[in-house]
């Protein structure tokens, strides 16, 4: 990656065109920043602690450029158009900080953070938190530069000191007795100005012999380390071109996971209600402790599913039209017997050999099918979400799990509909999460074993629901179930009609009785509602294969995540919901 932007070379010709300064130029931070953005890089400093935690351990590690390269980084990411301090008002000292980040501010990754970061400073000093073991590793890839260019600093200095002891020599030799000039820097002639013979004026004389002899010795001394000092921007230069590129790499990998970060915590706020505006106006505390939750690999994973599920079922609600059914363009899998194939059809003549395999596949809902255009309205409905929480489902089941329960309140809230969570384990183990009145800021939960109801505000709720696991040994289906249908009872005795549809989610197998079974199944033609079921056929329990019992005679439709995580089309699940 070629160094396009500023390089050492350069902060040394600024330094020698002008040879009349006098000073170095002191600024030690490359991006710009005004007594405003001090303040704010100074309240979030005391105010995170993480925050002034990671600029020590950057300037424990890096003393001479570490603190000004740290609030490089903040001013870059917090300050909505970042700029550069002009290269020739910048310390040399600290001109590796001001290639680097010359050559950040135009990253796409660098860009993408600072969508989520500009004028936020919580979501800065975040950023900046999490990226300061990169600024460690890119301090250690470029040290031997940092401290090339210290070594310019200093020479530079005694530049200038030579500069100032040549000055004075000719401003002593330009006053002789009475006024009279005695010395011409570079004439070279030996005369008095005014022409005067040789001889004349020897009292002078041997002082101006001995001012030139000072001015020239001094001359000789700064050719030299000029031409030292063009030797160390070389090195410096030479050096960049091959640690640069790694250390920008580094930096790419750390902006990448900020980037993953960001995106969770905003996935997650989203969830909770809360947009950009709405998330600044939360204390900085508060927020603290938010992005303490999601610091686990864990969660992370469970938004940055959240966030494919969201992008799809997003873009399929816009797909999706209310016209009637209209035409055939493809295949599909289901039960709808209006739309099988008729080939399939024939299997159910009495005499049919293949009577039960189309039996079987009725019921599992895997029955070639005609797919219409056009057929799909948009769902509108309540969502009444039953997660499975027991033993089998720790891990990675379990984040799917987390990530359709959580993206189902997501989508609810956003098209204010109505939601109800009940997480489940074993026998007779469930705890109700009730979002019904979330636009009025409450949520209720409800544990089964304990009776015990309590109330949250939102974002507390939501918290609570994102991080209830039971973990129990085995899984009731009927309990949950049974729930979830007095829900609706409940709904229809009201206004005699039901509003929504029950996503249960799931692992696997779980027995239920017969009369159960059937009394569910007739509540269901009643109530007129759907169950969408959606296997977690992943993880190391999964038995993987197909649906079994009771499940495909639970639910209407059934989709696998092995289905999607495969091939990353989630739009079918979402589609319908």
Same mark, same amino acid.
């Given at each position: 990656?070629?160094?396009?932007?500023?390089?050492?070379?350069?902060?040394?010709?600024?330094?020698?065109?002008?040879?009349?300064?006098?000073?170095?130029?002191?600024?030690?931070?490359?991006?710009?920043?005004?007594?405003?953005?001090?303040?704010?890089?100074?309240?979030?400093?005391?105010?995170?602690?993480?925050?002034?935690?990671?600029?020590?351990?950057?300037?424990?590690?890096?003393?001479?450029?570490?603190?000004?390269?740290?609030?490089?980084?903040?001013?870059?990411?917090?300050?909505?158009?970042?700029?550069?301090?002009?290269?020739?008002?910048?310390?040399?000292?600290?001109?590796?900080?001001?290639?680097?980040?010359?050559?950040?501010?135009?990253?796409?990754? %660098?860009? *993408?953070?600072?969508?989520?970061?500009?004028?936020?400073?919580?979501?800065?000093?975040?950023?900046?938190? !999490?990226?300061?073991?990169?600024?460690?590793?890119?301090?250690?890839?470029?040290?031997?530069?940092?401290?090339?260019?210290?070594?310019?600093?200093?020479?530079?200095?005694?530049?200038?000191? /030579?500069?100032?002891?040549?000055?004075?020599?000719?401003?002593?030799?330009?006053?002789?007795?009475?006024?009279?000039?005695?010395?011409?820097?570079?004439?070279?002639?030996?005369?008095?100005?005014?022409?005067?013979?040789?001889?004349?004026?020897?009292?002078?004389?041997?002082?101006?012999?001995?001012?030139?002899?000072?001015?020239?010795?001094?001359?000789?001394?700064?050719?030299?380390?000029?031409?030292?000092?063009?030797?160390?921007?070389?090195?410096?230069?030479?050096?960049?071109?091959?640690?640069?590129?790694?250390?920008?790499?580094?930096?790419?990998?750390?902006?990448?996971?900020?980037?993953?970060?960001?995106?969770?915590?905003?996935?997650?706020?989203?969830?909770?209600?809360?947009?950009?505006?709405?998330?600044?106006?939360?204390?900085?505390?508060?927020?603290?402790?938010?992005?303490?939750?999601?610091? *686990?690999?864990?969660?992370?994973?469970?938004?940055?599913?959240?966030?494919?599920?969201?992008?799809?079922?997003?873009?399929?609600?816009?797909?999706?039209?209310?016209?009637?059914?209209?035409?055939?363009?493809?295949?599909?899998?289901?039960?709808?017997?209006?739309?099988?194939?008729?080939?399939?059809?024939?299997?159910?003549?009495?005499?049919?050999?293949?009577?039960?395999?189309?039996?079987?596949?009725?019921?599992?809902?895997?029955?070639?099918?005609?797919?219409?255009?056009?057929?799909?309205?948009?769902?509108?409905?309540?969502?009444?979400?039953?997660?499975?929480?027991?033993?089998? /489902?720790?891990?990675?089941?379990?984040? %799917?799990?987390?990530?359709?329960?959580?993206?189902?309140?997501?989508?609810?809230?956003?098209?204010?509909?109505?939601?109800?969570?009940?997480?489940?384990?074993?026998?007779?183990?469930?705890?109700?999460?009730?979002?019904?009145?979330?636009?009025?800021?409450?949520?209720?939960?409800?544990?089964?074993?304990?009776?015990?109801?309590?109330?949250?505000?939102?974002?507390?709720?939501?918290?609570?629901? $994102?991080?209830?696991?039971?973990?129990?040994?085995?899984?009731?289906?009927?309990?949950?179930?049974? $729930?979830?249908?007095?829900?609706?009872?409940?709904?229809?005795?009201?206004?005699?009609?039901?509003?929504?549809?029950?996503?249960?989610?799931?692992?696997?197998?779980?027995?239920?009785?017969?009369? %159960?079974?059937?009394?569910?199944?007739?509540?269901?033609?009643?109530?007129?509602?759907?169950?969408?079921?959606?296997?977690?056929?992943?993880?190391? %329990? !999964?038995?993987?294969?197909?649906?079994?019992?009771?499940?495909? !005679?639970?639910?209407?439709?059934?989709?696998?995540?092995?289905?999607?995580? !495969?091939?990353?089309?989630?739009?079918?699940?979402?589609?319908?919901?």
């Amino acid at each position: 990656m070629a160094i396009e932007r500023y390089r050492a070379k350069d902060f040394l010709s600024d330094f020698l065109d002008n040879p009349r300064k006098t000073e170095l130029k002191e600024e030690l931070f490359s991006i710009e920043n005004d007594q405003y953005d001090k303040a704010y890089h100074d309240k979030i400093a005391n105010e995170m602690r993480e925050f002034e935690s990671a600029r020590q351990e950057l300037v424990d590690f890096a003393p001479d450029t570490g603190y000004e390269a740290f609030g490089d980084l903040f001013y870059s990411l917090f300050k909505a158009v970042p700029e550069q301090v002009d290269s020739k008002d910048m310390a040399t000292s600290h001109m590796i900080n001001h290639i680097l980040f010359g050559e950040v501010l135009k990253l796409v990754d %660098w860009e *993408n953070l600072h969508q989520y970061s500009m004028a936020d400073i919580v979501a800065a000093g975040l950023a900046a938190v !999490s990226m300061e073991p990169k600024l460690e590793e890119i301090m250690d890839r470029l040290d031997v530069e940092r401290d090339k260019a210290k070594e310019l600093q200093e020479m530079m200095k005694e530049y200038l000191e /030579m500069l100032l002891e040549l000055q004075q020599i000719i401003e002593d030799g330009e006053d002789g007795e009475d006024g009279v000039t005695v010395l011409i820097p570079g004439s070279g002639d030996g005369k008095e100005d005014g022409g005067k013979e040789d001889g004349e004026g020897e009292g002078n004389g041997g002082k101006s012999s001995d001012l030139q002899d000072q001015k020239n010795k001094i001359e000789e001394q700064m050719k030299r380390l000029e031409d030292e000092m063009k030797g160390v921007a070389e090195e410096i230069d030479d050096s960049l071109s091959n640690t640069l590129p790694g250390a920008l790499s580094a930096m790419q990998q750390g902006l990448k996971e900020a980037v993953t970060e960001a995106s969770a915590l905003e996935s997650a706020c989203n969830t909770w209600g809360l947009d950009a505006n709405g998330l600044k106006k939360i204390s900085i505390e508060r927020r603290l402790e938010i992005a303490a939750m999601l610091d *686990n690999d864990y969660l992370k994973r469970v938004f940055e599913l959240m966030g494919r599920f969201e992008r799809a079922y997003f873009a399929e609600q816009k797909r999706k039209t209310s016209f009637a059914r209209e035409e055939v363009y493809d295949l599909e899998l289901g039960r709808d017997i209006k739309r099988v194939l008729p080939s399939y059809l024939a299997r159910l003549h009495k005499d049919s050999p293949l009577r039960l395999d189309f039996l079987n596949k009725f019921i599992k809902g895997r029955l070639p099918q005609y797919k219409m255009r056009g057929t799909e309205k948009v769902a509108k409905g309540g969502i009444i979400s039953c997660e499975d929480g027991s033993g089998s /489902m720790i891990g990675e089941p379990e984040q %799917w799990a987390k990530a359709i329960s959580l993206t189902g309140l997501r989508i609810a809230k956003a098209q204010k509909r109505e939601f109800y969570a009940i997480h489940f384990g074993g026998t007779g183990e469930i705890k109700e999460f009730d979002f019904r009145k979330s636009n009025e800021g409450i949520v209720t939960t409800k544990e089964s074993r304990t009776g015990h109801t309590e109330k949250f505000n939102y974002l507390d709720g939501v918290i609570d629901f $994102a991080e209830t696991s039971f973990h129990a040994s085995g899984t009731d289906f009927v309990t949950p179930l049974s $729930a979830a249908l007095d829900v609706l009872r409940e709904q229809y005795d009201r206004f005699k009609a039901v509003d929504g549809d029950i996503v249960f989610i799931t692992d696997g197998y779980a027995g239920v009785s017969n009369q %159960w079974l059937k009394e569910f199944t007739d509540e269901k033609q009643r109530l007129g509602f759907t169950v969408f079921g959606i296997l977690i056929d992943v993880g190391s %329990w !999964s038995a993987g294969g197909e649906p079994q019992e009771p499940l495909t !005679s639970i639910c209407d439709h059934i989709y696998q995540i092995s289905d999607f995580a !495969s091939s990353g089309d989630i739009k079918s699940m979402f589609g319908q919901i």
